[in-house]
């Protein structure tokens, strides 16, 4: 595994800003050993809760917000704050921590929300890295697992052995990395055109509200044009009106097609018609100027001609 290698996939531990040299340099598989075990026992029992950069993905949000039994909107404004995600200029959010540098829902007792924490704070100290993903449609990925060891945490020091298939399964996390997947598959395909190509501010807006907020999303969806733009199944309607995880994977169908023209979601064959004959007729009245101002130069330079002949006379 080269520094190369370790600098890629630490980033795919969203949040987690680590030095790569507390990224053990060996590939773990599923069926990999690891000894670890946090609980309120050990000396340093919620040190990783602090001075930490916890982005959210869009189920990481949904979740929270739910558990609180706030609306997007408040839970926004409340708990987090807008970033940039990683090498990219796609909008995002990460918590936002306490003046003393704390996760909000953090206590000496343990975390508030544990059964609904985040993805990053799920990883810990098992990271998955996925290389090329996104950079084209249905492409498969490489995938591989490696250890985090802080030097201040002691769970490694514990006598609990898993294996790594394990340790995913009771951290919840094959059900998370399915309902991010979407979202991780924009990101990065985003990095993969590098800063040579930038979003524009109205992508950049609608990538940060089909990311955050879903009631947006979906107010967007059924009171805006959008269904007189795409066509969409009723079935797909029927759900995504009130399953939230219908209409969150839904969202990453729409980012990937409004963002880098995928073709899972379909423009209605009126528009793509209306469009077609709006461009023609762009075209027309382009080469119709392009004919009038060829003809006043055409004019004005015979009647210059005209004007330098009658003077060479005189």
């Known amino acids: 595994m080269t520094e190369e290698n370790i600098s890629h996939a630490k980033e795919k531990?969203?949040?987690?800003?680590?030095?790569?040299?507390?990224?053990?340099?060996?590939?773990l598989t599923l069926d990999s050993k690891?000894?670890?075990?946090?609980?309120?026992?050990v000396s340093?029992?919620?040190?990783?809760?602090?001075?930490?950069?916890?982005?959210?993905?869009?189920?990481?949000?949904?979740?929270?917000?739910?558990?609180?039994?706030?609306?997007?909107?408040?839970?926004l404004l409340r708990y987090t704050k807008p970033i940039f995600i990683q090498q990219t200029d796609m909008p995002g959010v990460q918590i936002h921590l306490t003046k003393e540098g704390r996760c909000p829902f953090v206590?000496?007792?343990?975390?508030?929300?544990?059964?609904?924490?985040?993805?990053?704070?799920?990883?810990?100290?098992?990271?998955?890295?996925?290389?090329?993903?996104?950079?084209?449609?249905?492409?498969?990925?490489?995938?591989?697992?490696?250890?985090?060891k802080e030097d201040y945490c002691k769970g490694h020091e514990e006598d609990k052995e898993w294996t790594v298939r394990e340790w995913r399964s009771d951290q919840g996390l094959d059900e998370r990395d399915d309902l991010n997947k979407g979202w991780m598959e924009l990101v990065m395909r985003r990095k993969s055109f590098g800063f040579q190509a930038t979003l524009s501010e109205e992508a950049q807006?609608?990538?940060?509200?089909?990311?955050?907020?879903?009631?947006?999303?979906?107010d967007f969806i059924f009171h805006s044009s959008f269904l007189k733009i795409y066509d969409?199944?009723?079935?797909?309607?029927?759900?995504?009106?009130?399953?939230?995880?219908?209409?969150?994977?839904?969202s990453y169908i729409y980012l990937a097609s409004s963002l880098f023209g995928t073709n899972e979601l379909k423009i209605k064959e009126k528009k793509i018609k209306e469009r077609v004959a709006?461009?023609?007729?762009?075209?027309?009245?382009?080469?119709?100027?392009?004919?009038?101002?060829?003809?006043?130069?055409?004019?004005?330079?015979e009647l210059l001609q005209k004007q330098l002949d009658e003077k060479n006379k005189v």
């Open 13 to 27: 531990i969203m949040g987690m800003d680590k030095n790569p040299s507390h990224i053990m340099p060996h590939k």
């Open 34 to 41: 690891i000894k670890f075990r946090c609980h309120p026992g």
């Open 44 to 75: 340093c029992f919620t040190a990783c809760c602090g001075n930490i950069n916890i982005i959210l993905t869009p189920f990481d949000i949904l979740c929270l917000r739910k558990r609180i039994g706030i609306d997007s909107d408040e839970f």
């Open 107 to 148: 206590t000496e007792e343990g975390c508030l929300v544990y059964t609904d924490r985040p993805s990053a704070c799920r990883y810990y100290p098992v990271g998955m890295a996925d290389f090329h993903e996104g950079a084209q449609e249905n492409q498969d990925t490489e995938k591989f697992f490696f250890l985090v």
């Open 205 to 218: 807006k609608m990538f940060f509200m089909a990311s955050t907020n879903l009631e947006k999303f979906r």
């Open 232 to 250: 969409i199944d009723s079935q797909t309607l029927d759900e995504i009106k009130t399953d939230d995880i219908a209409l969150l994977k839904f």
């Open 278 to 301: 709006d461009i023609s007729n762009k075209q027309k009245n382009a080469e119709k100027n392009a004919e009038k101002v060829y003809e006043e130069l055409k004019r004005e330079k």
